[in-house]
């Protein structure tokens, strides 16, 4: 028989208690487990999420309808898409894209975001050949936008739905040539609102008219 040290053998006791503790559930997980009650509730609550993101879409096509955008190669302004997942940063998640454009490089996107335990998320999503016009605009029309809770993404990816330092810029009056500096680095832009998931509006169920709201105060950015 192999001699092994004291010191191996512990290191082996420690991955297999390590290994214990990875598979098996807490007394509180366990109650979650087992709480029916917790699964129902989590249903009903998509569903709601999901019939609110439904009436957001109509309400924005609507708004598309009277909104002139820069033309697109294969652009089409009535596509928009749902989608539901449990796994953004371990957390449950919708969202409704419309209007929504990607082809490769070329974005052109609204999207309303319901994160769970985190907020409520709107935003343009933009990149692709007219940057340069959605830059301009963005500093041109700087004193439209500003001041209306909008914020720019500072993060290095389009998929990032943090905010705070580090992560977003809130676009206010004073801060038009800090915008105007990071703007013209990025080969993209991102123009969030956020919202608690606590607000009183949010809980009333006016996703609807707070994701058109957004929609038009974010306009000047990408309209002619």
Partial sequence: MRWVSPYQE???LEARLDMVDRLSFTDEETALLTDAAFFERKARISEKIRAQLEVTRQTLREEIT???LPEMSDYDSASAQLVKGEHLESFPYQYLDCPKHFRGTEKRTFRTLFWWGHHVA???ILEGIL???YKKRLVDRFHMVAGRDLELSLAPTLW???RGEGFTLPITHDRK???AAVVAERSFLKIVRFLPLGDPRVQSGALA???RDV???MLPIVTL
Avoid: D, N
Wanted: aromatic content about 16%.
């Fill in 122 to 124: 709107w935003a343009w």
């Fill in 215 to 217: 929609f038009r105060a």
């Fill in 66 to 68: 009277h909104t002139v």
């Fill in 177 to 179: 040539a800090q915008i």
């Fill in 209 to 211: 008219e707070l994701s």
């Fill in 10 to 12: 512990g290191k082996r």
């Fill in 160 to 162: 990032e739905w943090k």
């Fill in 131 to 133: 940057m340069r016009q």
